[in-house]
């Protein structure tokens, strides 16, 4: 079974947000005077009963210590603890923006200067947690210093499992591993190597992954693998043992090139390149996003398929279905919450159906605002944290307005 929902249908039907007015937005909403803030459509009467509302803060996170600066920002997760923490590129970061930056390589990636160029500024460190305040609480990453890993080409994906180990991956050439390390950066396990892949029906290493995310029922690592194969792998979190793989429509994958995306063809019979998206739903779900192809498609834990739906078809290039997420704040969890970098906003789908009920957000470098959104996540109060990748370079903080 396939949905396809047209963003120019949804309007006609009052599905998806209209950019109000602000100063009509803030003369009705109740939140008006403690958030001036808000975005024009993340929040109001317009949006449909149980959908999550915000309201950006403009000054979280706190400026970062010790003069550094971010790049892109691949990856955001929120741990047990509510510490926020991203995955980021150091050597993404402008040159001239770099100038305190000394000269430095990690595999086959330089940037940084000898000597100095300026003041301003030093890339931090690639992994970073913040306090809910948007104080930096932990800083670490890189190539190990007693040579037990090489760090990655290309940072991308990060998850904090339920046991609060932190799982990072990497999306560049050669990123053919997940590492596994504790808060304080401490190196725990490997799964794959560098440069060691043999497909996607490797049961030894991933190729260029996505994100993960471990089931805390079955301490089981899924993962979305991703740039360089075209399929979800599952591995045993304890051990790293392989456990299972599948590919679209959850039959085995193959590694050919289906071609681009094409608004209004066939579905493609297999996955294009990334497939980046991934959540566990409570019910014992896995959906999964094929980006390029602008859908998600849903299985059981053991690979068998359910359904699939594209969000927006008529989005080319990098595609609509960036990742997913699930609200805290809803034990039912009725929503399926989408990142999308192509268009600048976060939907929310009906989860039993991945029909788009509402969306918000723009493009732009304003607070509140997106440029390349990339991935996001919640916390406990269900305040919503989104990175930025491409030219973004930053993490931004939306407050929650309501509950359910």
């Known amino acids: 079974m396939i949905r396809t929902i047209k963003v120019v249908e949804c309007m006609k039907v009052g599905l998806l947000s209209t950019a109000l007015p602000v100063l009509a937005l803030l003369s009705t909403s109740a939140h008006s005077q403690q958030y001036p803030n808000m975005p024009a459509d993340a929040s109001g009467s317009q949006v449909p009963d149980g959908v999550a509302q915000f309201a950006v803060d403009p000054f979280w996170p706190k400026p970062l210590p010790n003069n550094w600066i971010l790049?892109?920002?691949?990856?955001?997760?929120?741990?047990?603890?509510?510490?926020?923490?991203?995955?980021?590129?150091?050597?993404?970061?402008?040159n001239t923006n770099a100038g305190s930056t000394p000269r430095q390589t990690t595999r086959d990636i330089t940037w940084g200067h000898d000597p100095l160029q300026s003041l301003c500024c030093t890339?931090?460190?690639?992994?970073?947690?913040?306090?809910?305040?948007?104080?930096?609480?932990?800083?670490?990453?890189?190539?190990?210093?007693?040579g037990d890993y090489e760090w990655f080409n290309s940072e991308h994906g990060i998850h904090v499992d339920h046991n609060d180990f932190v799982w990072v991956g990497g999306n560049g050439t050669d990123d053919h591993h997940i590492m596994k390390f504790t808060k304080d950066g401490d190196f725990v396990m490997q799964i794959g190597g560098v440069g060691v892949s043999t497909g996607s029906n490797d049961t030894d290493s991933v190729n260029r992954s996505a994100t993960m995310e471990v089931d805390p029922e079955t301490n089981e690592l899924y993962v979305a693998d991703g740039y360089g194969n075209r399929r979800l792998v599952v591995f045993d979190a304890e051990s790293g043992e392989y456990l299972r793989h599948w590919g679209a429509y959850g039959e085995q994958p193959v590694d050919e090139d289906p071609g681009a995306y094409v608004p209004g063809a066939a579905p493609s019979r297999t996955w294009r390149t990334p497939v980046h998206g991934l959540a566990l739903s409570n019910d014992g779900l896995v959906y999964v996003s094929d980006r390029p192809s602008n859908r998600f498609q849903v299985f059981r834990k053991d690979g068998t398929y359910l359904f699939e739906s594209i969000l927006a078809p008529d989005t080319t290039g990098p595609g609509s279905t960036w990742?997913?997420?699930?609200?805290?704040?809803?034990p039912e969890q009725r929503f399926l919450y989408v990142p999308d970098g192509t268009n600048n906003k976060v939907w929310a789908l009906d989860r039993e159906t991945l029909d788009p009920v509402y969306s918000w957000g723009t493009g732009g470098r304003q607070a509140g605002q997106f440029d390349w959104l990339h991935y996001m996540d919640f916390d406990s109060d269900g305040n919503l944290y989104t990175g930025e990748v491409q030219t973004g370079h930053r993490v931004q903080k939306f407050i929650r307005l309501n509950g359910n």
């Open 323 to 330: 990742g997913a997420e699930l609200d805290p704040l809803d």
């Open 123 to 146: 890339t931090a460190p690639p992994v970073l947690a913040f306090d809910q305040e948007g104080n930096v609480v932990h800083a670490w990453g890189g190539d190990s210093p007693t």
């Open 71 to 94: 790049g892109q920002v691949a990856g955001t997760a929120v741990d047990n603890d509510d510490l926020i923490w991203l995955i980021h590129r150091p050597w993404t970061v402008q």
